[in-house]
């Protein structure tokens, strides 16, 4: 190596272990290659544009770096030692002090007269400057894999014992092999109690035995072609997608595209080395149980990929297995799965069939051995409350009381049924399905199946009402229960999801204005400050922490504040949430007052806004109303004319909620506002001219932030 040492190669590293956890297997592999190379670069052992590649199978992490030296470059160093009074004596010989230091950096080889004195404008400094050898490959590798491996993001790891009975080590799964190449050549590097070499496995049963990896780019070649393994994550992944979409056009369905479809292909391309899909079938006479059964029974359990009917969305009774084996005659593969599949999807029928010999209303009692949080009491006097909450917010908008109080109450009552105790996952959607085999209104069954969304992402109708009224209620009782007893969300931490339940009452208050029902005096009336004191009063048997509702309405508009301004400029966003408008005003607001700040008016008027902010906080005492009578200069009376012809006009937007209008009206008024700052001196000595000019402003600064805090925008 040392005799081409400035030559760049490509290098080759890999572990191979134990089947590694398939759930963070990539992750496992882009960490492996990206700590190694890190450390790499940073040692200057890496060619200028040297690429890299991370390979991750169930059984090995690996990297392929392009270019890499097998000696970093000299580099010239200064090394800032110590004052030259500590480091010499009278004499000039070095002191102990000194030659300490130069051992502790691995100078020792320096003496006094090898040293540079320099001032540092107090004081005279000693100074080592020459020219360092670079690391070498050996030792930088070494460095390199040592903190791959202690950096990797192990989820929990394991100790083992090594060959010779005695040595034990920890890491996530037995390693067994350790191959590093620098181009033809093995790199004499350690690790896990493995010695480095050239030899690796195949596939644990399609292989034609140990693989001596010839170089670091024959390594994906010699494995794909020897060891009927594909290394690369990415590759496996494209050759899993192909093979579904082929058989997708075969039978005319398709997997579908949701997330869990994705994320599932994720995890079988970490169980599989050379993948292979079959079709596997089951007996038609289950799909009479709900669909949403048997697809989380296939994907969660089976890692199938249920075949759905393209359009409809019906599953059928078809479904794709990624087998790790490349055969013939694949018969005994797909009936051994079919075989294990059927009791499984027959346990799912069990548990419908006998969920429903009960009505869901018969479970709400059964509710009060639930414990919900112990110092919130249990799930029935959870149901209690947002059944409470449930009805002041269907009275606040004149909806149906008795189907928001219905939804409250067999909201969580599928808790006790066998299925939802099978797969957690289903909560909410059996208890729709018991709902509607109960003949409970649809409008309950909706939102049953509805209360766990994240979001609501429609405006809200006649016929999804009782289900948002619900949603709002779930989330104002959650976060008025759980941050009322401490239990606040930090930088690290929200196990109860109380920015994910912020957001959902965010958007519960945007789809119900958007669907009509937070106009009038139904706005003022489902007013965030007021359903959250209505919320707090639920907790009587409970009692929550003082000052709860005003925490959490901050904890909320900080929630919207962090969503809005990654779409707009946060000084407009600023500029809303200033004036604390009603929350289902909020984002039309930020919408218009996006679009005031890009007219030409509105810099000069956001200034002007920022200055009288600052003029009034000046005032002494109140400030009055307007004497027009006093009024001497055309300035000042061109402004309050300005101010009379505009306001009506603008407050009568504003009213009908057209801010974008509003804002634009009152742009009208830049010209009257230059020409009084540029003529009007505000504070003037006579008492009654200043208190007069003040209040002049502050009736302008009144209807100018309605909206918005315009000043913000000057910011």
């Keep these: 190596m040392a005799s081409d040492s400035l030559s760049p190669r490509p290098l080759l590293l890999e572990l191979f272990t134990e089947e590694l956890p398939p759930k963070v297997l990539q992750a496992l592999g882009q960490a492996f290659a990206e700590g190694a190379r890190a450390v790499l670069d940073k040692q200057r052992l890496l060619a200028a544009g040297c690429g890299l590649q991370a390979y991750a199978t169930p059984r090995r992490l690996a990297l392929r770096l392009d270019a890499v030296l097998g000696q970093a470059p000299q580099q010239e160093y200064t090394e800032k030692l110590m004052p030259a009074k500590v480091g010499l004596d009278a004499a000039g010989a070095m002191t102990p002090a000194l030659a300490k230091k130069l051992a502790a950096k691995g100078l020792g080889h320096l003496g006094a007269a090898d040293l540079i004195r320099e001032s540092d404008g107090k004081q005279d400094y000693l100074y080592a400057r020459g020219v360092a050898e670079g690391a070498t490959l050996q030792a930088g590798l070494q460095e390199a894999l040592d903190a791959a ?16 009975g005695v040595t034990s080590v920890k890491f996530v799964r037995p390693a067994h092999r350790l191959v590093a190449l620098w181009g033809p050549d093995v790199v004499p590097v350690r690790a896990l109690g493995l010695e480095a070499g050239r030899q690796t496995q195949g596939h644990r049963f399609m292989s034609a035995g140990a693989i001596d990896i010839e170089t670091p780019l024959s390594y994906e070649r010699q494995l794909e072609d020897q060891g009927k393994v594909i290394a690369s994550f990415e590759a496996r992944r494209d050759a899993i997608a192909a093979q579904l979409q082929e058989h997708e056009a075969a039978l005319g369905a398709t997997v579908g595209d949701d997330p869990e479809v994705a994320a599932l292909l994720d995890e079988v391309t970490a169980l599989v080395e050379h993948p292979t899909v079959y079709v596997g079938q089951f007996d038609p006479q289950f799909l009479a ?17 249920p075949l759905f009917e393209p359009g409809t969305g019906r599953l059928t009774h078809r479904f794709l297995i990624v087998s790790n084996m490349q055969i013939d005659d694949p018969h005994n593969i797909v009936e051994g799965n079919q075989r294990v599949v059927r009791p499984r999807l027959a346990d799912a029928q069990f548990f419908f069939d006998t969920d429903r010999k009960a009505p869901l209303s018969s479970r709400v009692q059964s509710l009060e051995n639930i414990v919900y949080h112990n110092k919130l009491g249990t799930q029935l006097e959870r149901v209690e409350r947002v059944r409470r909450v449930a009805r002041y917010i269907a009275e606040q908008l004149g909806a149906d009381a008795q189907l928001a109080e219905r939804s409250a109450l067999l909201a969580k009552a599928d808790l006790g049924t066998s299925m939802v105790a099978e ?5 909410g959607i059996m208890g729709a399905y018991y709902a509607a085999a109960d003949g409970e209104p649809p409008e309950v069954v909706q939102a049953l199946k509805g209360q766990y969304r994240i979001r609501l992402d429609t405006p809200v109708d006649a016929v999804s009402l009782p ?16 941050w009322g007893i401490g239990l606040v969300p930090t930088g690290e931490r929200d196990p109860y999801g109380l920015r994910r339940a912020a957001l959902g009452l965010i958007s519960a208050y945007e789809q119900l204005d958007a669907g009509g029902y937070l106009s009038g005096s139904h706005a003022a009336r489902l007013a965030l400050p007021e359903l959250l004191a209505f919320t707090a009063a639920t907790f009587d048997a409970h009692p929550i922490a003082a000052g709860t509702a005003d925490e959490v309405q901050h904890f909320i508009y900080e929630r919207y504040r962090n969503q809005l301004i990654n779409d707009y400029d946060r000084n407009v966003v600023d500029a809303v949430l200033a004036v604390e408008p009603p929350l289902h005003q909020v984002l039309a607001r930020v919408q218009a007052c996006a679009g005031f700040a890009r007219r030409p008016e509105a810099e000069s008027l956001a200034a002007a806004n920022k200055r009288i902010t600052n003029l009034l906080k000046k005032a002494e005492g109140e400030i009055g109303k307007v004497d027009t009578a006093r009024l001497a200069e055309p300035a000042e009376q061109a402004l309050a004319q300005t101010i009379a012809r505009l306001e009506p006009e603008a407050q009568a937007q504003f009213v009908r909620g057209d801010f974008a209008a509003s804002l634009a009206t009152l742009a009208q008024a830049r010209d009257a506002v230059d020409a009084f700052f540029a003529d009007i ?3 003037a000595e006579d008492p009654a001219v200043r208190a007069n000019r003040l209040a002049l402003l502050a009736g302008l600064h009144g209807i100018m932030n309605q909206v918005a805090d315009i000043s913000r925008l000057a910011q």
């Design 149 to 164: 491996i202690a950096g990797l993001p192990i989820p929990k790891v394991m100790r083992y014992q090594l060959a010779d």
């Design 289 to 305: 149980v709900p669909q949403e059964c048997l697809i989380l029974t296939m994907r969660l359990n089976q890692k199938y990929f």
């Design 423 to 427: 797969f957690p996952e289903l909560q």
């Design 467 to 482: 289900a948002a009224i619900l949603f709002l209620a779930e989330r104002a009782e959650t976060l008025m229960g759980i």
């Design 681 to 683: 001196m505000v504070m």
